[in-house]
């Protein structure tokens, strides 16, 4: 069991937004086919999901069909242009070059592949998304604000990532409503961030420029009794704890804002508490 004594502050009011991690278009891209054909394996066959890549490496071939002739119609054609290239004009030659060439997937960024559509042997349409490739760290989170008043006052944000607080960076305030919320992109980097994934939900606390009176301690400090009420235990002598019940606001996303039911100066179990909250 660890405590610590508290203090009273002006801390930032936090409110917590609902968001999720979605790709940086500048760090992850799609691959997709430009024409229709069918799925060949690249060199080092294709790439799984979770797999490292590099920015150019050839991950599949598209073998195109032409006008629904199959391939060796366009390669006997191609042929006897060839064969006649003396008196056919060279644009009709490559044309035909064109139609029998493997299109090249290759993969725009460096990065992991977060998610994989294809098999050995596929036919695919053109435009089709094939390959998605993301940056691990390097991450968007987009949170849904229904107030325009807290989407204009940002001081900060922060995401818990297990144990670990991650920071935010605010990009930007979108201007057009979304399910009758503004989207507000922020940029996270760090190796925590590879523990999220693209589309997973997180919580987003965004602190504003307005300032509340209370005192910050660990979220892990905070429990509940039995009529489910938040609670924190205080260490009023040698091995002796007392309940406090308290009325709590989110701070950072590990810490939280004590308003009422602490004082300054109060020693509070920040460790082990739950263990604690289970003698009776």
């Known amino acids: 069991v660890r405590t610590s004594?508290?203090?009273?502050?002006?801390?930032?009011r936090t409110v917590e937004l609902t968001g999720k991690?979605?790709?940086?278009?500048?760090?992850?891209?799609k691959v997709q086919a430009v024409v229709a054909g069918r799925i060949t394996p690249g060199p080092k066959g294709l790439p799984l999901p979770g797999q490292q890549v590099?920015?150019?490496?050839v991950l599949a071939y598209v073998t195109p069909e032409v006008g629904g002739k199959n391939r060796s119609l366009a390669e006997s054609r191609l042929q006897r242009l060839r064969e006649l290239s003396d008196t056919v004009p060279r644009k009709l030659i490559e044309e035909a070059e064109s139609a029998v060439a493997n299109e090249q997937l290759r993969a725009p960024v460096s990065g992991v592949i977060a998610s994989a559509h294809v098999?050995?042997?596929q036919v695919v349409e053109a435009r089709e998304t094939l390959f998605e490739i993301v940056n691990p760290d390097r991450m968007l989170i987009e949170a849904l604000a229904y107030d325009m008043a807290v989407?204009?006052?940002?001081s900060g944000a922060f995401i818990a990532v297990g144990d670990k607080q991650v920071p935010l960076r605010l990009l930007g305030v979108s201007r057009s409503l979304r399910e009758q919320a503004l989207p507000i992109n922020f940029r996270a980097e760090g190796a925590a961030l590879a523990m999220l994934a693209v589309g997973q939900p997180v919580r987003v606390f965004v602190q504003t420029r307005?300032?509340?009176s209370g005192i910050g301690i660990p979220s892990s400090a905070v429990v509940k009794n039995p009529a489910n009420q938040a609670i924190v235990w205080v260490?009023?002598?040698?091995?002796?704890?007392?309940?406090?019940?308290?009325?709590?606001?989110?701070?950072?996303?590990?810490?939280?804002a004590v308003t009422s039911g602490l004082q300054p100066g109060d020693r509070v179990a920040v460790r082990s508490a739950t263990l604690i909250n289970q003698i009776r």
């Open 5 to 12: 004594p508290v203090a009273a502050g002006e801390l930032p």
């Open 54 to 57: 590099t920015k150019g490496e």
């Open 21 to 29: 991690v979605v790709m940086d278009p500048n760090a992850g891209g």
């Open 210 to 212: 307005k300032k509340v």
């Open 235 to 256: 260490k009023t002598a040698p091995e002796r704890f007392e309940p406090r019940t308290v009325i709590v606001e989110p701070l950072d996303g590990s810490n939280v």
């Open 119 to 121: 098999v050995s042997g």
């Open 151 to 154: 989407a204009t006052d940002i």
